[in-house]
């Protein structure tokens, strides 16, 4: 699993990245998902890298 956050601002970004980080269901600074670790979901932390803080976790950890 995935844990990423949004720590920086969307704005003055391109409308596809912008699109792409909502695609992630991030909206605001330091809201948090966790996503399963597939090529989809890494294409697109890829795109929008320079907003984004990625960790990897554990099942368990998620599950608290």
Do not use: W, Y
Not at 1 to 12: D, F, G, H, P, Q
Not at 42 to 54: C, E, P, Y
């Amino acid at each position: 699993m995935l844990k990423i956050t949004l720590v920086k601002s969307t704005i003055k970004s391109k409308p596809d990245q912008i699109a792409t980080v909502r695609a992630l269901g991030l909206h605001k600074i330091g809201s948090v998902v966790f996503q399963a670790e597939t090529d989809c979901i890494k294409g697109m932390i890829n795109k929008v890298g320079h907003l984004l803080s990625v960790e990897t976790v554990s099942d368990q950890e998620v599950s608290k």
